[in-house]
């Protein structure tokens, strides 16, 4: 009988560490303290407006290194001075438009970020962590807004930034650790 009440104990333990290892484990994959943990900086950059700063921007990837269609990968923008989210969304839509993307799919684009993002003050962060093609959670300085399924939106999200024939090849080329920013 001892034996058994031993083994009953051992299975009990067994299941007991089993649980422990197990969230340990889970909780460093995905830390919610840090979105970026495990992530290490491909590139950063600064966007002006005329002779206005709006923000450094800096994207990140597992190994540092951007691969275009490998995930994960996270833009964070660090904004240089107060924007309403009205703004950012316009200034969002007009450079889908600039894609080419048409009138319905950036309206749509937009009504799924606009109950998400926030007013932005100089100083705070917008952080978008894309883990898959069609998966990605916004953070405004830390704190998570929500997240996004939707592969046509996170393209043409990073895209503003990513893409070829973005209408800011400087701060691309800066993000992809092409070239220098004094930033």
């Not at 799924?112 to 883990?131: C, F, I, N, Y």
Request: proline share 2%; glycine share 10%.
């Amino acid at each position: 009988m001892a034996i058994t009440s031993a083994s009953k104990a051992l299975k009990r333990l067994s299941g007991a560490l089993l649980l422990v290892a197990l969230g340990s484990f889970t909780g460093a994959a995905i830390s919610a303290d840090n979105p970026l943990d495990g992530m290490h900086r491909v590139g950063k950059g600064k966007m002006n407006w005329l002779w206005l700063e709006l923000y450094h921007a800096s994207l990140f990837t597992v190994d540092g290194q951007y691969q275009h269609g490998r995930y994960p990968q996270a833009l964070e923008i660090q904004y240089s001075r107060d924007i309403e989210a009205k703004d950012l969304l316009d200034a969002t839509g007009s450079e889908w438009q600039k894609q080419g993307l048409n009138e319905a799919q950036v309206k749509a684009f937009l009504a799924k970020l606009a109950p998400l993002w926030v007013d932005v003050q100089r100083g705070d962060t917008l952080l978008l962590v894309a883990s898959d093609e069609s998966h990605g959670e916004f953070f405004h300085n830390g704190q998570s807004l929500g997240k996004v399924n939707d592969t046509g939106l996170m393209q043409a999200f990073l895209g503003i930034w990513l893409r070829d024939d973005t209408s800011e090849p400087t701060l691309r080329a800066q993000l992809l650790g092409e070239t220098s920013c004094d930033c």
